[in-house]
């Protein structure tokens, strides 16, 4: 199956500081994902994008969806511990998401 | 708790032994989703329900997989004569519309 292009694929960063991640992809998507999975856990949904060019935010997490709806951003900003975890971005179209393959994000307190 | 669950958490079983997993979803959730997801990976799509209706299946998706979901609710995964490969974490989704998906916890499966 699919899987999109997912960057960068590990991130270390100090408490308190910003962090960007993207997703992009071959095809064009209808809606875009961004989940968060910790270890042994299903992914849970963090904000869901559904126009191109749209910007939306959950607390200090901020996601963009691609004017060319064929990539997607997220930013958090003022990391803190329980950020760890992986971040995967998921595109939508037809009757299926194709996920891309994840952020490990770890923070440094 | 009215997320979707997964039963059981943990599956291990040997080499050619058959396992079923349950997903029950949301429960006003018509579409459901089993995905598969191994080490370093994202989820892989498998298969998609509409009410009870498979409206479509993955090419991962092998003759030894099997999936129901008999009354629109909760829906069943079997894999028949597992092989070490089958060694995954199997997440089940479920929405109203294909416009998100709430995943459940996961069933990890190791095939010994």
């Known amino acids: 199956g699919q899987q999109l292009n997912q960057s960068p694929q590990s991130m270390f960063i100090q408490e308190g500081e910003d962090v960007s991640m993207n997703c992009t992809s071959s095809?064009?998507?209808?809606?875009w994902l961004w989940y968060k999975q910790d270890p042994g856990e299903g992914p849970v949904l963090l904000i869901a994008l559904y126009k191109a060019g749209e910007l939306t935010s959950n607390g200090r997490l901020t996601a963009q969806f691609g004017i060319t709806r064929k990539d997607s951003f997220l930013n958090i900003s003022a990391s803190i511990p329980s950020d760890v975890g992986i971040y995967f971005c998921?595109?939508?179209?037809?009757?299926?998401?194709?996920f891309g393959t994840g952020t490990s994000l770890t923070v440094i307190p | 708790d009215t997320g979707v669950s997964q039963d059981p958490r943990h599956k291990i079983t040997k080499r050619g032994q058959n396992v079923t997993f349950r997903c029950d979803p949301i429960s006003e959730h018509n579409r459901l989703y089993w995905y598969r997801q191994t080490l370093g990976q994202g989820p892989e799509f498998l298969t998609y329900?509409?009410?009870?209706?498979?409206?479509?299946k993955s090419r991962l998706l092998s003759d030894r997989f099997s999936a129901e979901r008999p009354k629109g609710s909760f829906s069943t995964l079997e894999i028949q004569r597992t092989e070490q490969g089958d060694s995954a974490m199997y997440l089940c989704?479920?929405?109203?519309?294909?416009?998100?998906?709430?995943f459940g916890p996961g069933t990890r499966l190791t095939v010994l």
């Open positions: 095809s064009i998507f209808n809606t």
């Open positions: 329900f509409q009410n009870e209706a498979q409206l479509e």
């Open positions: 989704a479920s929405s109203l519309a294909l416009d998100t998906q709430y």
């Open positions: 998921a595109g939508g179209g037809g009757n299926q998401f194709y």
